[in-house]
Nanobody
Framework: QVQLVESGGGLVQPGGSLRLSCAAS????????MGWYRQAPGKQRELVAN???????NYAGFVKGRFTISRDNAKNMVYLQMNSLKPEDTAVYYC??????????WGQGTQVTVSS
């Protein structure tokens, strides 16, 4: 069992930055591929980025060069640094954990709103 708690969302102007954090507890964090997904109103949930235990990261095309995912296995934390934010980045952002042979886990989500 894994519990995920996101923080760091909020309202930011276009071109601004936010850093999302996800605290994980309850299992062996380093065994999981950690990720961030987002869901905008009326749209399907989509992958933003994920990162393996060793640090290899994968990004959706729409965030490459603007967002950076990172993790601290010693602290059971995963982060999403978001720069050059656009109005279309407005969504609820969810932390996600998955590993082979186990069900996926989701956090409760944190709202990110990009607006002037």
């Amino acid at each position: 069992q894994v519990q995920l708690v996101e923080s760091g969302g909020g309202l930011v102007q276009p071109g601004g930055s936010l850093r999302l954090s996800c605290a994980a507890s309850g299992s062996i964090f380093s065994m999981y591929v950690m990720g961030w997904y987002r869901q905008a109103p009326g749209k399907q949930r989509e992958l933003v980025a994920n990162i393996a235990s060793g640090g290899w990261a994968n990004y959706a095309g729409f965030v490459k060069g603007r967002f950076t995912i990172s993790r601290d296995n010693a602290k059971n934390m995963v982060y999403l640094q978001m720069n050059s934010l656009k109005p279309e980045d407005t969504a609820v952002y969810y932390c996600h954990a998955i590993r082979s042979g186990a069900p996926p886990y989701w956090g409760q989500g944190t709202q990110v709103t990009v607006s002037s």
